[in-house]
């Protein structure tokens, strides 16, 4: 407890390089699944092996990927932006499916009746089906973001410092309250950006919030997708 007290700006300053390292990657690759989960979901001849690649993607061993690309692009691989290129990479992997499954949840009666009331295809899809498809992309996300921050950490075996400084500082001086700051401050991250989201899922997406079962979710969304973008 005494090497905490004494090193509370050491845990900070990683903690918030942490946070950095890990919210670019979550917001990135939200930004680009967008529009390759459109894609996936209309096109269904490339849907499958959109889903597939990108699912692939998050089994290649996060220290094997994070050497690999500077070897074949030609970059310095202890530079921080090599972690969050392969952390963008993992969020794509999650969050691909998540648009491409929100986007199918969305009844099709919904985007009949948004055509039937002048809505292009853009105004649509920005409008009605993409706030529609939000609480499944939040849940793809929420699970993309904890996982963005957990592999966070390995990047200090390629000499990217972060939180995981503390884990394999700690190990190698035998400091276990090093190790347990590093992973206690890890947890908050994660829970903290977790209820952020959940919070803005809610502030965005109030209609998610009504009636019990999907079902009713889905009606009452879909009523407020197409009122909302007339008004």
Known sequence: MSWVIDNLDLILEQTLVHLRQSAIPIALGLVLSIPLGWVAWRFRLVRGPIIVLTGLLYTIPSLALLILMPAVFGYSATDEPNLIIALTIYAIAILVRAVADGLDSVDPDVRQAATAMGFGAGRRF?????????????????VAAVSTISLATVGILI?????GYLFTNGLQRRIIAEVLAGVVAVVVIALAIDLLLVLLGRLLMPWARVAGGPGGARSAGARRGIMRPAA
């Open 126 to 142: 920005f409008g009605v089906e993409l706030p529609l498809a939000g609480p499944v992309i939040l849940a793809g996300l929420r």
């Open 159 to 163: 000499g990217v410092t972060n939180l």
